[in-house]
């Protein structure tokens, strides 16, 4: 996803435009999985969840940071 969207709007951001529906909904469904994976954690299991949300974290704060109009949800990154 990272790739496709530094191909679509430019890697530093100057060819912006509207994410196709497509890409939003791609967006959507990784935010649903990786909320639904940290959910999935016991309480005996917080380092394992802490290092997940390192790992895959930063790449969603990537991800938040190169697009706009995304939900409040994704504040919490």
Do not use: H
Not at 23 to 39: E, H
């Amino acid at each position: 996803m990272k790739v496709e969207l530094d191909d679509s709007i430019g890697v530093s951001g100057e060819n912006v435009k509207p994410l196709s529906s497509e890409f939003a909904d791609a967006l959507k469904t990784v935010f649903q999985r990786y909320t639904t994976y940290l959910d999935a954690f016991g309480p005996d299991e917080t380092y394992l969840r802490k290092k997940v949300e390192t790992e895959l974290g930063s790449k969603m704060i990537y991800l938040k940071m190169r697009c706009s109009g995304l939900g409040s949800e994704w504040g919490k990154y």
